[in-house]
Every structure is written in structure tokens, then in C-alpha cells.
Antibody
Framework: QVQLQESGPGLVKPSETLSLTCTVS??????????WSWIRQPPGKGLEYIGY???????NYKPSLKSRVTISVDTSKNQFSLRLSSVTAADTAVYYC??????????????WGQGTLVTVSS | QSALTQPASVSGSPGQSITISCTGT?????????VSWYQQHPGKAPKLMIY???NRPSGVSNRFSGSKSGNTASLTISGLQAEDEADYYC??????????FGTGTKVTVL
């Protein structure tokens, strides 16, 4: 079973860049089985898809966040990362890394990390 | 890319059945059989309950079932139990190769 663990600063100043890393265990980011994803949830609100990366480096981002988001993968460390630039208070959320399983006949988020709260404040 | 529409809240008594709807468009829910449902208890990560419209992962109770008609998907919980009280989110793959979640539904067991 794949396990995911987010890590990174819990506090980021406005206008700066949020950086998080997800460490994968029980599976390989290079396996091609999953699209490695980031999802966030503002306090008291719903889930929001941010984007995903495939082990080949191919990415997909939510259109409204595309100009500020970069997702990358480090196969040597079995990790993938999120960078979100020019953050504001509206980016305060619990950030989840997740494994999105998609094939020609199926597509769903199979595994989730426990989530990490990132607060944007000066 | 708008969030899928779900009722804000649904409630039922123990043993009853409830249904949560999830309405999208032909670009997401109606265009693919890739609707999934997630259960989230307070302070916890979401848990996959249904995938590809009506499939249950191993370990998920058969009291949970899913269906879809046109642009609307549904999650039914039968034999409602206290432990089912949680937030539920639907999601779907989209024509933009992205992923979209529903607005979320709070299920209350009376």
C-alpha cells in the first residue's frame, strides 16, 4: 500500500513562495501507476484540485492556479514537490499530497497523505 | 472549471437510507464514468468510498453504493449508522484532463 507524507513550512509570508514536499513509501514515483497530485482544503471549506505530475515530468494544473504553480518530481528521492508563488491569505489551507490512479477505464484518487496546514500570514 | 454541485447537508435517522447528489456538466460527470466519492471525518484525510461511479474499494461497506444518470451522480448510504456522520465529496475527471471536486455534503445522523 502506498503511503504519502507531506513536509514543509507551516507558515509562509504573503507574496512569498509556498514549498511542500511529499515523500512516497510503499511504491515508486517512477512506476507509472499513478499521477502524483496536490489537493488543498481551506479551513472549513471543500477540497480543491491543484495539479498533478507523471513520472515522465508531464504536468497538469488547475487553470486558475496555473500561473503560480509548479509541481516537480525527484525520482532519486522518491518524492514530488509543490511550489506556489505569490501567496495570499486565500492560499491558507491544509495541503494534501495524493496518488491519482488514471487509466483508460478508471480514474480516482487512491491514496492520500495526512495533510499539512499552511498558514499565510505576516 | 467550476466545482460540482452537492447539497450542503443531508440527514437521516439510524437505519434509514440517504442519497447525496452531485451535479456537473457534460465536460465532467456526464462525459466520463470516472466519478468517485470520498468520506472525510473532522481533522482527517479523505477516504475513498466509491470509484468509477459504482465500484467499492475493498474494505468499504456494501451499505455504500453509487450511480449516475446524465450529468448527475449519486451516493446512497443504506442502513445509516452513527459512524457515517461525516463530510462527503464527489469528484470527476474532466475534458481538460484535470480533476474537479464537489462542494461537499455534511451528513448528519439524527
Amino acid at each position: 500500500q502506498v503511503q504519502l507524507q507531506e513536509s514543509g513550512p507551516g507558515l509562509v509570508k504573503p507574496s512569498e513562495t509556498l514549498s511542500l514536499t511529499c515523500t512516497v513509501s510503499g511504491g515508486s514515483v517512477s512506476s507509472g501507476s499513478y499521477y502524483w497530485s496536490w489537493i488543498r482544503q481551506p479551513p472549513g471549506k471543500g477540497l480543491e484540485y491543484i495539479g498533478y505530475i507523471y513520472y515522465t515530468g508531464s504536468t497538469n494544473y488547475k487553470p486558475s492556479l496555473k500561473s503560480r504553480v509548479t509541481i516537480s518530481v525527484d525520482t532519486s528521492k522518491n518524492q514530488f514537490s509543490l511550489r506556489l508563488s505569490s501567496v495570499t491569505a486565500a492560499d491558507t489551507a491544509v495541503y494534501y499530497c495524493a496518488s491519482l490512479y488514471c487509466s483508460r477505464t478508471s480514474c480516482y484518487v487512491r491514496y492520500w497523505g495526512q495533510g499539512t496546514l499552511v498558514t499565510v500570514s505576516s | 472549471q467550476s466545482a460540482l454541485t452537492q447539497p450542503a447537508s443531508v440527514s437521516g435517522s439510524p437505519g434509514q437510507s440517504i442519497t447525496i447528489s452531485c451535479t456537473g456538466t457534460s465536460s465532467d460527470v456526464g462525459g466520463y464514468n470516472y466519478v468517485s466519492w470520498y468520506q472525510q471525518h473532522p481533522g482527517k484525510a479523505p477516504k475513498l468510498m466509491i470509484y468509477d461511479v459504482s465500484n467499492r474499494p475493498s474494505g468499504v461497506s456494501n451499505r455504500f453504493s453509487g450511480s449516475k444518470s446524465g450529468n448527475t451522480a449519486s451516493l446512497t448510504i443504506s442502513g445509516l449508522q452513527a459512524e457515517d456522520e461525516a463530510d462527503y465529496y464527489c469528484s470527476s475527471y474532466t475534458t481538460s484532463s484535470t480533476y474537479v471536486f464537489g462542494t461537499g455534503t455534511k451528513v448528519t445522523v439524527l
